[in-house]
Each structure stands twice: as C-alpha cells, then as structure tokens.
C-alpha cells in the first residue's frame, strides 16, 4: 500500500531512513559523503538535468536530515539549489490565446495593460497590470492564467519571497510560522523541515536500552489517520521495538489542557487557545497586542511532558506528531526542558524501516491513556468541544462562543477582527493547518477520510469524559 | 511510603482507575494519608494479562485487580507500614 502522498516526501524519506540506518550503527560519519551516490546509483538522471546536480542536492537533503543548518533558527529552511525558480509572473497569456476578435479581456482592463499582435494574440504589459484577475475571468478559452509559485500559494503569513541574487524562495524568519505548508507543497522538495532523528537515536542508544534513564514516546492523536496499512496497536509496538520504554497518548495532555482551559477562560471571558504553536507564533509575529489573550497553558505536548517529568524525573521525552512547528516550540524556553525531542509521522516511518522491520508483522499493542475529547484535538473543532464538555463536567456555567477557525486564514479573519473589538465569539481555537493536526505538513497521508479516523478513534477511548481521564492523574 | 499505581495504557485498560480508587479509599479507612504517598506512574514495564502493576517503594508487584485488591493491601501496604512503626 501507498505510504506517501508525493514522490518527494518518498526521496526525504529514503534519506531520513538511510542516515538513520547509519546511526543505530555508528557509521555515519564514514558514510555521510556516499550517501547521496548511494541513494542515486548510475548515470541517468530521473528527476533533474543530470546526476550530478541530483546528487548534490541530495547531499543537502543529508544535511537536513542531520538537523541542518545550525545558524539558521529556523526548522525550516530552502534548499536554494533544489528550488526550480518556478515562473511567478503573475497573470499571463499562454498559448491558448486564439487570437479572437471578441477582445473580452482589453474591453475589462481598466489599465490598458493588454495589447495584440499580428496574429491578433494577447499580450499583457506588466510595467500596467495590477493583477486584478478579470481577464482571466472573462476569457473563454481560459488562455490566462495566474502564474504563481506553489511555495508562494501555500504560505498564506506570505513570509517567502524570491531571492533575486540566488534565485531561489527565500524565507522571511521574522514572519514564518513553521507550519510546513510550504515544505509540503513545493513540488521540488526545495523547502524542508530541519530533521532531529539522530538526536531521538542517540537519546534511545545512550539510555542502554531504558536502564540509564526511560525514554517516552508521546504520539499524537492524529496519528490515528496514519500508518493506515498496520493496526495502531502495532504501530505502537513498532515504537517499543525501535527502544522507546513506553507510549503515552499526547491526548492526555490534551485533557488536562481542556480542564485548565475551560476554567481559564470561564475566569477571564475572552482567550485564544495555545496548543497549535505556528498560530501562537503567527500572533506573536503578527498580532503581539492580542498576546496577553492567548491562553497561559502549555500545550498538549508539554503539559504531559511536564507530567511525566514530575513522576519520572530523569525521563527523556520524544514527540511524535504531524507537526513540523511543534520542532520549533520543543526549543521555546517554556518547553525545551520539558520534550527533548520531536520527530514527524514521516520521520518516523523513516526510523521503523531503517531498522528493517515490519510493523505489520508485529502483534498489537494497547495505547489507551486518554478520552474521547483528548483524542478529537487532532481534528478542527475539537478544541472547542473538549472545552464545551470541560466547563459542563466541572459544572462552571459560562456560555461559550467558540469561533473555530480551520487554517491560518481564517486565524488571520478572526485575530483581525478581535483586534478591532469586533468579534462576536469568546473563544478562538486556532489551528494552523487546514483541518487540524490531520492535516500538518509531517504526516504521511492526507486523504478525506481522516476525519472520521479521529473520531473513530476517539470514540474507541476506555475514558468517556475528560475528567476520568484526568483524575488517574492525582 | 510511597505507592505507585501504573497507569500506563495496559494497565489503565485492566481498570488501574478502580484500583486508584480503591486505594484512595483504603488509605482513608486506615487513616494513613500521614504515611503514605499515592501516586501514578506510566509503564513500569511489567504488563501482563491478568491486572494493574503497583509500586510500594522499591517493590513492584503485578496483577492486582479489583478482587485481589484487598488481599494486596493488607499484605503489602498495612503489614509492612506495621512492621516499620513496630
């Protein structure tokens, strides 16, 4: 069965799997510069102008999956030599032009931006146009498009630009956010997410097999729409084999952050949620005066983390998630003590396979630590509905108006509008990513049907309400 | 005395949840909320087929389910809380 979306995520990830596999043997360093003659053996290039330029990025993408550039904050980063240079001309006439005599498209130009040529086809001057789109509308053959560069489309904090002296996109730091759209939608792969498998090997190595310290793997909910060829429970042997000690579901946390913040915001009237962290940092970037509005709870993931520390104080902690931004919140000073490390369902495959094994063929283990609302965090809405059942379980009255916003857009509608006291709703549950944590940028898959995953597997919880699950925790 | 109760996803489906409450419970009858410390715990390591997993101090004992619960705390947690006072 398919395991990816893309063809690129499956060269990331053969990457990601032969460095690791290097790792767990202690033969990287010897190796590191065959890697990419390794990966592309012969002559015939399949994917660029030739094997050379193919192994060269390739070797870049070794870099990435050792923790990439270190003088770069950013988890993500462009591969300026992998970046196509995709036209983004904006609006352009392509050959479908006709060159009819209706000339709809000069008639709707208010600039007079559009002109003819001897064979009556259309050219648009780019020194008059602004962009305004109508021509394409109204053109029956559809010969005008919108040029646009897929990176461009997809960061919708518009934080890439294109670096005319490397030509290559170029990410503006200061207004990134992490969550990895762009990393999943460039068709070449030359955006990517910065790799932290060798730190989760060597933590795993140098605890000799969890008698040093115990390692912890928190999976997140949304896990439940992944590894869709094996049963979860294997996936969670599959993790016990790698050598994590044990699997905690990050929906735990998740239920403690419902109880916290439906208290939270019954005392306070109005707040944003802060578990989704490239929507924490996309209103610390862009909204700094609607910060103090933001819930003061940690996120899912290192609430639980903190937990566990407290119980087991030299626990280390491994996130596991869809989430490319929760790489970036792992190393906040809020957090980096409490998750050591946070690898993606990609990686993840990545590290089963570099250890050759099947997770199929492994029988089923049990991960049941959370409840029903815990577990729906992973989808959008269900912040909100686990905040609705906290404040009826612990019997706060408040009536709650939840704005649910899916995707970094409808964040930007909503913030925008609290800005200007206009928002009728008391609480933003902020998502990133169109239809939640399904749909981040580290999963492997992302299909219709992983919305009704989650709440299947919501529904499977032994725990029915937020406060039996919570209350094993005292 | 410290008591940890593993509520780890094998034990927590083998019902570590009556077993919190039992001990919580049984640890108010006999009056020791002075001496002993009732915590959770995530895999100890010891699943098995039969019940929880639960700590007393450095000892770990496995299997303890509901209906054994009171045998377990009579043996592990009253007699030897008796034999440190004696």
Known sequence: MRKFDTKVQHLKYKVLREVARHAWNDTLLQNVMDLPHMIIPGKIPTMRCCVYKERAILGKRVKMAMGGDRNNPNVIQVIDIACDECPGAGYEVTDSCRGCIAHRCEDVCKRGAISFDHNHVAHIDKSKCVECGKCAQVCPYAAIIDRKRPCQIACKVKAISIDEEKSAAKIDNDKCIQCGACVYQCPFGAITDKSFILDAIDLIKNSKENTEYKVYALVAPSISSQFSYAKLGQVVAGLKHLGFHTVIEAALGADMVAQAESRELAEKGFLTSSCCPAFVQYIKSSFPDLLPLVSHNLSPMATLAQHIKKIDETAKIVFVGPCTAKKAEAQLDSVKDLVDVVITFEELQALFDSRDFDITTLEEEVLDNASYYGRIFARSGGLSDAVAEGLLEQGIEFDLKPAVCNGIEECRMALLKKSKNVLQENFIEGMACVGGCIGGAGCLTHGTKDLAEVDKYGREAFEKSINDAVSMLK | ?86
């Not at chain 2, 940890?4 to 094998?10: A, L, R």
């Not at chain 2, 303890?64 to 004696?86: C, G, M, P, S, W």
């Open chain 2, 1 to 86: 005395m410290i008591i940890q109760v593993c509520i780890g996803s094998s034990c927590h489906l083998k019902g570590s949840h009556d077993i919190v409450e039992l001990m919580q419970s049984a640890i108010e009858e006999h009056h020791l909320q002075e001496d002993v410390t009732l915590c959770g715990s995530f895999c100890i390591g010891k699943c098995n087929r039969i019940g929880v997993t639960i700590q007393v101090d450095d000892e770990i004992h496995v299997g303890v389910t509901k209906e054994t619960f009171k045998d377990f705390f009579a043996e592990h947690v009253l007699q030897r809380i008796n034999n440190e006072r004696n």
